[in-house]
């Protein structure tokens, strides 16, 4: 269980069908029989449908492209911009098959990878991005949130409440926000709008990848990629939600006595139970991944990691399938590197479930949940105050 309940490319059926569940050795009986039949049957198909691509190169896309796409897409994800939907079904594979030399590239047809698993590893591009700041002010921590790129409010109230401190014990912390493409009707306009946001605070990272819910996981390992070719110099970084209030010094103070390698914490779900029920917002079928509990892992509302696992982290994702439920992914990765999830030193450090504020409470934690009607930045004035917290 323990080597291999990390979800392997290779020891998983990569159909989402039930029915393939429990057969990933079904490949292995198309190895054929003599290494001469073997020649024979490759040379002579690769014939067939050279042939047939050259003669009929319309109907070619449709009736080779579904075995041979789904092999590229999932064996050697090519690195260039995907086709839209058009594109896709007027495609040609035969680049990938014949490197024809008079034809212009075309692009391999789009095959999604179902319901379940996101579009990663892929080249994704920063589209808007601040390369140098973290190399250039070295923080002792930097914190990304994810979030929206239509949602400005949240970003509005993160600046100017835990997301504004930039120095806490002598130690610098920096915020970035991580957002994705936006797409459908006003889109260009937001960009024009995100564009001129990033000018103002020069704190956006936009990452090319399709914005929404079931992308999460896709954004969190962007921000991995981000992270480790940014912020060589950063001890830690942490991601958090926007709706969360974050306690920078208590943080900080944490931080400051944590291991500097291998290090995650945040709130460690132990025993996960994988859910079942298609009805489920976090359902997962057996035929993506077959165990009934997951490994330990963070929940996603906001863990903290030392910034060494940002590279490992993306190392490992090339062996694990990228299932959509973010935090999970991250639990599966982890475990493929045998790097168990911390507990943070004090138990309520992280909240799920929001607490109530005073400040009194919100002193002792580091981060909670908020209930949607709070006024967040009041909240964070009363906190900021002089005087006893308790
Ligand atoms: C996730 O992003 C990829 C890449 O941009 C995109 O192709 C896909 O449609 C997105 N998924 C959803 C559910 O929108």
Redesign the pocket.
Known sequence: MLESGCANRQSLPLSQSAGDAGKPAESRRWSCMSRRHCLFFVLAFGTLLFLYNARNPDMSSNRSSSWLSHYNTVKWRIPYK?PGPSAAVSSSVTTTVSQNKSEPQTLAPYKSPGPYL??YPYEYHFTINEPYKCEQQKPFLVLVVPVAPHNRAHRNIIRSTWGGESLDQDKVVQLFFLLGRQSGEGAEQLQEQLLQESKEHRDLIQS???D?Y??LT?KTMVMLEWLDAHCSATSYAMKIDSDMFLNVPKLISMLLNAPKTNYLTGLVAKGGVVLRDPKSKWYLPASIYPYPQYPRYALGLGYVFSLDLAKKLVGASRHVKAVYIEDVYLGLCMKHLNIPPTDPPKWGYFQVFPVRYSRCEYSQLIATTTDAGLDRVWVWNDFKKPGKYC
Do not use: G, Q
Request: net charge neutral.
């Open positions: 995907r996101v579009e090319d990848f399709l929404c079931k992308n896709i």
